[in-house]
């Protein structure tokens, strides 16, 4: 069967530290994959895209890695700070044109001052 | 520019009712999709539009439907409520079917059913 799992439902983590989160799947074949991040009572909002031939992607205190080998894509958020503190969401993109994607359950990550 | 719009934000129903939810996407945004966020399930995906048309369709019972406007503004129908229908439902936009990349999301409209 097809799962998303994500490596746990909370993550505690202290402020200045590296906050890594993963994102492992089974019987998908993505052709991106994307990370959001949801606060509560809110949206998700979006934050990377990877494409299947890309190893990693930065963006500001972000970093996403993506290994189709190991089937896992991993997240890191350098220097974290309380803000930081949200549920992190990793989503697939098989890209068939059916244009939906398939979401993790997320990781709860909380950054401690 | 205005980000997508749902409505009503919170509301609570009884078993056997039906709800219509809306949505109104970022403006030029044409194809929108629905999902459903539940503790258990995480977000899973209903069904996009685009064009006013439905290209595709989640695993869910025929109790949820959908349709889009010519201004590509949404609505999702669930008829005959049940207690497992309780959720937030959330829709997103994005520029053009083909556009792989980021989903908008609305800010969600949570549905209790009692």
């Known amino acids: 069967s097809q799962k998303i799992e994500q490596n746990s439902e909370a993550l505690n983590i202290q402020e200045g530290k590296t906050a890594t989160l993963t994102c492992n799947y089974t019987n998908y074949s993505p052709a991106y994959l994307q990370w959001y991040r949801q606060d509560p009572g809110r949206g998700p909002v979006f934050l990377l895209l990877?494409?299947?031939?890309?190893k990693e992607k930065r963006k500001e205190r972000l970093k996403v890695t993506f290994d189709t080998t190991l089937k896992q894509s991993l997240f890191h958020i350098t220097a974290s700070q309380p803000a930081d503190s949200a549920t992190y969401l990793c989503a697939l993109d098989e890209e068939t044109g059916a244009n939906n994607l398939f979401f993790g359950t997320g990781t709860r990550l909380t950054v401690i001052p | 520019k205005a980000g997508v719009t749902q409505t009503p934000r919170y509301l609570i129903k009884t078993r056997g009712q039906q709800v219509t939810l809306s949505c109104s996407p970022i403006s030029g945004h044409r194809s929108v999709s629905w999902y459903q966020q539940t503790p258990g399930q995480g977000l899973q995906f209903l069904f996009e539009?685009?064009?006013?048309?439905?290209?595709n369709k989640g695993n869910f019972p025929g109790r949820f439907s959908g349709r889009q406007f010519s201004n590509s503004r949404s609505e999702m129908n669930v008829s005959t409520l049940e207690l497992g229908d309780s959720a937030l439902y959330l829709c997103?936009?994005?520029?053009?079917?083909?556009?792989?990349?980021?989903?908008?999301f609305g800010e969600g409209s949570r549905l209790t059913v009692l």
């Open positions: 990877i494409r299947e031939n890309e």
């Open positions: 539009y685009f064009s006013e048309t439905q290209r």
């Open positions: 997103a936009s994005k520029p053009w079917v083909q556009n792989t990349g980021e989903l908008f």
